[in-house]
């Protein structure tokens, strides 16, 4: 089956209600407008487990993040990481375990379009932007707002829209860049505009695979002030391989090993761990 972006997500499933809520019935079960992130944890996974004909891709994985937490995960290919993101957006069901976005919503119990409008975004590591399109054009079909039939064909934007696109295109630095060919743009200015296609949707939790991965120094950096920008509005979960990058942005780093977290800590204390030393760092 293609791999579907979180573009087709968004533009062809149905919509949920205006106030943000699903409706109840099938798999939806976000019952109120918004996440209920009171507690402080934004995300919690326990004892996930997936298996894909005989290998098991997660085993009992349990983790958390804390509310505004920028965490990296690492680890060697296999680890998992792309298994875990796939059960928190619902592209993949896992066989035991259970998964939630704040207090509330079980993002088991939701598919992939419910825990988009819950409050959940994510970014593979290509970036798949609308190169025909200007970049201010593909922020504004990005935004959050009805994308029913009838609303989209009288659909104007607000002021607070127009202010919104602006401030995200400060935000991502490519203000001077609004009226440019999305084509046009280098990787990493793809890689920006991708991400902030995802803040018009207004996410509390983005899943960011290998975003600097192509880069040059400079984007690299650049998307570093980004992420730091981000933590505390936002939560971010960063898979990432480039340990200079994960060092710039990440207070706490988990390690995955065989569908498992083998270790969790600032970096230091993780590439001290002989055990991560010896499955994925190296010597």
Not at 162 to 170: C, I, N, W, Y
Not at 181 to 196: F, N, T
Not at 205 to 217: I, Q, S
Not at 219 to 225: G, H, L, N
Request: hydrophobic share 40%.
């Amino acid at each position: 089956m293609a791999e579907l972006d979180w573009r087709e997500i968004v533009y062809q499933q149905p919509q949920p209600e205006l106030d943000g809520s699903v409706q109840e019935g099938g798999y939806g079960h976000v019952r109120q407008p918004g996440v209920d992130l009171s507690h402080g944890v934004a995300l919690y996974l326990d004892d996930i487990s997936v298996s894909f004909d005989g290998f098991r891709a997660l085993n009992k994985l349990s983790l958390s993040l804390n509310v505004g937490e920028l965490r990296c995960i690492i680890g060697p290919n296999g680890a998992g990481k792309t298994t875990m993101m796939d059960v928190v957006t619902g592209k993949t069901r896992p066989d035991s375990g259970s998964a939630f976005f704040g207090q509330t919503i079980d993002l088991l119990k939701l598919r992939e379009a419910e825990v988009v409008a819950a409050g959940v975004g994510r970014k593979f590591q290509k970036p798949t932007v609308f190169e025909d399109l200007s970049v201010q054009d593909n922020l504004e079909l990005a935004l959050k707002a009805d994308k029913r039939a009838r609303a989209t064909l009288f659909f104007r934007l607000s002021a607070a829209q127009r202010q919104r696109v602006g401030a995200v295109l400060e935000q991502i630095r490519l203000h001077d860049q609004a009226g440019r060919r999305a084509g046009d743009l280098s990787h990493g200015q793809k890689q920006w505009l991708e991400i902030g296609m995802l803040l018009m949707l207004e996410p509390q939790l983005l899943l960011l695979d290998e975003p600097v991965a192509g880069m040059t120094d400079f984007e690299t950096d650049r998307t570093a002030e980004l992420f730091v920008s981000l933590a505390g509005k936002h939560t971010l979960m960063v898979v990432e391989h480039d340990m200079d990058f994960v060092r710039k942005i990440a207070d706490k780093v988990t390690v995955l090993h065989e569908g498992s977290v083998l270790a969790e800590g600032s970096l230091d204390q993780v590439q001290a761990d002989e055990r991560v030393v010896e499955v994925y760092l190296g010597r």
